[in-house]
């Protein structure tokens, strides 16, 4: 019903740059916040940025000043900017969708499938 698909991903030197996209489709009638998210071997899934419908953004630490989100919701579209990128920023990298389907039905979790960022020379 609700679907999330990432794109963007792909190998790029440190220090380069790369933005993450992730479109969303489906059956949405009520969107509460989106973020992304990333995973790298041997670690923990741990956020990345998130954005609520208020327009607060939350960083992790380790990205403030590096990395931007932001959302065209005529597209329904989420992305990732990422600057100064570093090794330890190697992952892959999830959006997930906070949204409800329908009228009183409770806020859910979506996620997409992920999207692969290496960062190496």
């Known amino acids: 019903q609700v679907q999330l698909v990432e794109s963007g991903g792909g190998l790029v030197q440190p220090g380069g740059s790369l933005r993450l996209s992730c479109a969303a489709s489906?059956?949405?009638?009520?969107?509460?916040?989106v973020g992304w998210y990333r995973q790298a071997p041997g670690k923990q899934r741990e956020l990345v940025a998130s954005?609520?419908?208020?327009?607060?953004?939350n960083y992790a630490d380790s990205v403030k000043g590096r990395f931007t989100i932001s959302r065209d919701s005529a597209k329904n579209t989420l992305y990732l900017q990422m600057n100064s990128l570093k090794s330890e920023d190697t992952a892959v990298y999830y959006c997930?969708?906070?949204?409800?389907?329908?009228?009183?039905?409770?806020?859910?979790?979506?996620w997409g499938q992920g999207t692969q960022v290496t960062v190496s020379s």
């Open positions: 997930k969708l906070q949204a409800s389907t329908a009228p009183w039905v409770p806020l859910n979790d979506y």
């Open positions: 954005i609520t419908i208020g327009s607060s953004t």
């Open positions: 489906g059956s949405i009638f009520r969107i509460n916040a």
